[in-house]
């Protein structure tokens, strides 16, 4: 697995040992990267189940200004704790080891507000819309907020209480769905 674009385009990212860990796909990666051109630039980045990392240091490679990467899996920060050191992102970048209620009520108490979320959680979870509701909840999110939500093809979330589905994509099995706060 490697970084595709950016400043560090094609250095290589460690990825977590075992199958509970499931990376975003290169290709699909790029296609997200491509759709979110200049929201970009400047963002401050969540990177919720973000087991390597990979989603929010790419776009610390292209631009976002700042991320914080959560995971429940201590394996999973460890990588993503390597990779943050190994390309220099430590000023940009902080990990949370905790579950994603958790990780979002630490966020909050802590200020934290962001103009991108990439949710990828595994896809057997329940009930994702727990998740955007939450992040609403704890005003985690900037005026002009995306959620980026990697999902199974079969099961799209649907945010649209409070976000606008502004595209969805498939990728074989993986569905990414793009939402939008809502303009109020």
């Known amino acids: 697995m490697r970084i595709i674009g950016g400043k560090d385009r094609s250095r290589l ?12 796909s290169e ?5 997200i990267f491509d759709i979110l051109g200049p929201r970009v630039q400047g963002a401050g980045v969540l ?4 087991g390597s990392g990979a989603m929010a240091l790419e776009a610390l490679s292209r631009g976002a200004a700042s991320a914080v990467l959560a995971d429940r899996d201590p394996q999973a920060i460890r990588a993503a ?6 390309l220099g992102y430590g000023t940009m970048a902080q990990t949370v080891c905790a579950d994603w ?7 909050a108490a802590l200020g934290n507000v962001f103009d991108l979320i990439f ?10 819309n727990a998740i955007t509701a939450e992040l609403a909840a704890h005003d985690l999110l900037a005026a002009h907020a995306a959620i980026i939500n ?5 099961c799209p979330p649907d945010y649209n209480e409070v976000f606008m589905l502004a595209d969805r994509r498939i990728y074989g099995n993986t569905g990414v769905s793009f ?6």
Do not use: W
């Open 13 to 24: 990212l460690q990825t977590p040992a075992g199958i509970r860990t499931r990376p975003t």
């Open 27 to 31: 290709r699909v990666r790029e296609s």
């Open 47 to 50: 990177d919720l189940f973000c």
């Open 81 to 86: 704790r390597t990779n943050i050191a190994s």
């Open 101 to 107: 209620r958790r990780a979002l009520r630490t966020l």
């Open 119 to 128: 949710l990828d959680p595994p896809y057997h979870m329940a009930d994702s």
């Open 150 to 154: 990697e999902h199974d093809k079969r």
């Open 179 to 184: 939402y939008y706060q809502r303009e109020e």
